[in-house]
């Protein structure tokens, strides 16, 4: 038995400090992850600091906890980019711990058979249901984790009458800190610069895959995401969803929206109910939250499904975010008080909610969608694999079923409205539990720059036009004899004597191309802009086995060139306004097998470029910034003036010594211009716009690999005109080239230049956002075609 911790004796009081501290100082200070003098005190950003929680003290206070509660059960279910583990605690009265699997069980019942599950729940009141609650997935939002710790030593000790309630009808799943790495460093972002609150539909880091990995086991009936930090209405500090128009069309909303609006006013009613017992004057004299549906018309949206509580929400769940009025421990409390009144309401309404979350799987296993258009859901989804080339349908296959989306094999060949796939070729059937979160990663989006004046992100993010697979609609019936998938693993093979042909065709050739430069061996890449090889040497077979490619025989071209490795440096963004604008392409420089440096602008100002062979500007054109910097930026930017004209200066010095200069995107392409690297006009749309485009690629070898039409994707959109001798490789499409996104006045680009060349030196604009967050795979090749020609 374990003994019980009585506070103010062996506990460490986390509820009972003034005012509401955590007191883990009396704990013996043994670092197990990062020492915590090495841990950042705060952020700049934060205009309110409090004594928050290290980082380096959850190892040594969360195993005090699980050692001396009977409720609680500690896991580290992973480890963030920066190798910081990743604390999940789960709680429930001691006697449902080892029915944990049971319970799992019936969620599982609940996407098999929902009919059934719902019977059940009917006449089973007594049953439990998870509820997931994720701190801080912005470090610096430092409230979230320690509300979380709060919370879990009430629930692992307490027994008034409320906690018992909420005990015997829920399991409280707790991702204890969701990003480490911001909270050691004082950032935004995780240790790869990436914001994982956008990374939830392509779940690039680790951090935003052990979240789904909860999510995905539990199916939490209510997920609630603490944040920080919102105080925009006078009287109604912080803010609870749900949220504004326009809803994400492939929810079934109207079951969210039957309970949402109640419980977010349910966690409101406990906040100000609780009033008396805050500090300060601005939660003293609160009236209420900011609650966006209730309050508001636009601009706090639930459309893309990047954010977490919008992801969970495609799992059943009712998500909210919520964002904590202030950096205090006043806030700290109004996010305990507000997951306290969504525990509240949800226990007494669970029955309810949980037949309602059921009710969203038996749509999707009937086809029966009644608040949607006909034919706005598909029969199903074909996804094609290309012999050559299957690493791409791979990864998407992999993807879908990671998220619990079910893909089925074709086991003979089948035909489908007209078209013949052969045997081996993927089915989504859309008569599944999940259909919404199976449709929105792979439909194609929606144009709705007329739906709504702005948006909060990105309007459009399909998988297949940005990952670049095929994903095919099929409307009618279809029959095809199929069997289950659990993985998609293809192996590479080396066919022939040589020499060798690598096709420039995805994310996966080029990687191997760098990975065999790497390894010694002899590439060209001729005109056509594939890669070839005389002979593989035996060593390196396995690189092409573990590839997943298959490698034929090929003559090599007369007119080749042979490639080296190149030495790469990415201009660093350190975290302006909260955010690491070079990380997308930077990550995607890496996937592509690249060795990357980053280099902050005052490096350059100071030390120069000339030991690289190309420079690449992918950010914003504040690293440039020199006059009325925000306190918080400085750290990141050349700072003086005469520090930027020593930047220009070696960046044209890098140029004019044979050196390659790539700009990406907007900032980019400013920078460029700032710098007099050209003279082209650059002319930019609102920094709220984005989405994907058609693009109409001329001939050139940056353009390899890309349809003469074919697509792009822009965020904060750029184009070019008053060209001079500049070279235009790709333009935007004339007429209506805008897809899906939200992007006013876009007809102003039509038909304008979106990457061009400088012919009198190596210098190249991109306008395209060729290494978005991970999000676009199928562009990432402009940036080595860019880099090899």
């Not at 670049?468 to 066919?495: I, Q, R």
Request: glycine share 8%.
């Amino acid at each position: 038995m374990k003994k019980q911790w009585f506070a103010g004796v062996l506990s460490i009081s986390l509820l009972a400090s003034t005012p509401y501290a955590v007191t883990a100082e009396a704990l013996q200070k043994k670092w197990k992850n990062v020492n915590v003098s090495e841990e950042a005190d705060g952020s700049l950003f934060n205009s309110e600091h409090y004594d928050f929680v290290k980082y380096s003290k959850f190892d040594e206070i969360l195993k005090k906890i699980d050692k001396e509660s009977e409720r609680v059960s500690l896991e580290i279910t992973g480890h963030s980019a920066d190798g910081h583990p990743l604390y999940a605690i789960t709680i429930s009265n001691p006697e449902d711990k080892g029915k944990y699997g049971h319970y799992k069980k019936l969620r599982k019942q609940m996407i098999k058979n929902p009919e059934k599950a719902q019977k059940w729940v009917a006449e089973n009141e007594d049953f439990k249901v998870p509820v997931m609650i994720n701190g801080s997935i912005h470090g610096t939002e430092y409230i979230g984790s320690d509300a979380v710790l709060q919370l879990i030593e009430r629930f692992a000790f307490k027994n008034d009458e409320t906690t018992k309630k909420i005990l015997a009808s829920n399991i409280l799943i707790f991702n204890v800190s969701a990003n480490p790495d911001g909270r050691v460093d004082g950032t935004r972002f995780n240790g790869e610069g990436i914001d994982l609150n956008r990374d939830f539909i392509t779940q690039s880091q680790p951090e935003t895959k052990q979240t789904v990995d909860l999510i995905t086991e539990w199916n939490p009936m209510v997920f609630l995401d603490l944040h920080g930090y919102v105080n925009w209405m006078e009287n109604k500090p912080g803010l609870i969803e749900p949220c504004t128009p326009p809803h994400n069309p492939n929810y079934e909303y109207d079951l969210f929206s039957k309970w949402a609006l109640d419980q977010a006013e349910a966690m409101e009613a406990e906040i100000v109910g609780n009033k008396a017992e805050y500090e300060s004057e601005t939660y003293q004299n609160m009236s209420g939250t900011y609650i966006p549906q209730r309050d508001d018309s636009f601009g706090w949206d639930d459309y893309p499904p990047i954010f977490t509580p919008m992801y969970a929400m495609y799992h059943g769940a009712y998500g909210y975010t919520l964002e904590a009025p202030t950096n205090t421990w006043d806030g700290v409390k109004w996010a305990n008080d507000a997951v306290m009144g969504a525990l509240k309401f949800s226990t007494e309404n669970k029955q309810g909610m949980l037949t309602d979350q059921i009710e969203i799987f038996k749509r999707g296993i009937n086809f029966d969608h009644p608040y949607h258009e006909q034919g706005f859901f598909p029969n199903a989804y074909v996804l094609p694999v290309d012999e050559k080339d299957p690493t791409v349908a791979e990864k998407a296959v992999n993807h879908l079923l990671d998220n619990d989306i079910s893909v089925e094999k074709a086991n003979k060949p089948f035909t489908a409205e007209g078209v013949t796939y052969p045997k081996g070729t993927f089915i989504v059937p859309m008569d599944q539990a999940k259909a919404g979160l199976a449709n929105t990663m792979l439909w194609n989006g929606e144009d709705i720059t007329n739906d709504t004046p702005a948006m909060y992100d990105i309007s459009a993010w399909s998988l297949p036009e940005l990952w670049g697979f095929e994903a095919v609609e099929v409307k009618s019936e279809l029959n095809a004899k199929t069997s289950p998938v659990k993985s998609a693993d293809y192996h590479g093979s080396l066919n022939g004597k040589g020499p060798y042909v690598i096709e420039n065709s995805s994310v996966e050739a080029v990687e191997l191309v760098n990975e065999l430069l790497q390894a010694g061996a002899a590439v060209y890449k001729g005109e056509d802009g594939n890669f070839y090889l005389e002979s593989i040497p035996a060593k390196s077979v396995s690189l092409v086995k573990e590839s997943g490619l298959k490698v034929d025989t090929a003559a090599i071209p007369s007119e080749k060139e042979k490639l080296t490795t190149i030495e790469v440096a990415i201009l660093k963004d350190g975290g302006i306004n909260k955010a690491q604008t070079h990380a997308g392409t930077k990550l995607a420089l890496e996937r592509l097998g690249f060795s990357v440096t980053e280099v902050t602008p005052k490096e350059v100002a100071e030390k120069g470029i000339s030991n690289f062979d190309a420079f690449i500007y992918s950010g914003t054109e504040l690293m440039l910034q020199y006059e009325k910097v925000r306190e918080a930026n400085k750290p990141f930017v050349v700072g003086t003036k005469e520090a930027y004209d020593k930047f220009a200066e070696n960046v044209q010095d890098f140029v004019d010594g044979g050196g390659k200069f790539i700009a990406v995107g907007a900032g980019g392409a400013k920078a460029s211009s700032m710098m007099g690297l050209t003279d082209i006009k650059v002319n930019t749309g609102g920094s709220d716009s984005n989405g994907i485009v058609e693009v109409v690629y001329g001939e050139d070898e940056l353009s390899k690999g890309y349809k003469e039409n074919d697509l792009g994707f822009v965020y904060k959109p750029v184009w070019f005109t008053e060209l001079g001798e500049a070279k235009t490789v790709a333009s935007f499409k004339t007429g209506d080239f805008f897809m899906a996104g939200h992007w006013k006045n876009n007809e102003l680009a039509a038909g304008q230049a979106v990457i061009v060349e400088e012919t009198d030196e190596d210098v190249t604009l991109i306008g395209l956002e060729a290494g978005f967050r991970d999000h676009t795979d199928y562009l990432f090749r402009l940036l080595s075609n860019a880099l090899y020609q």
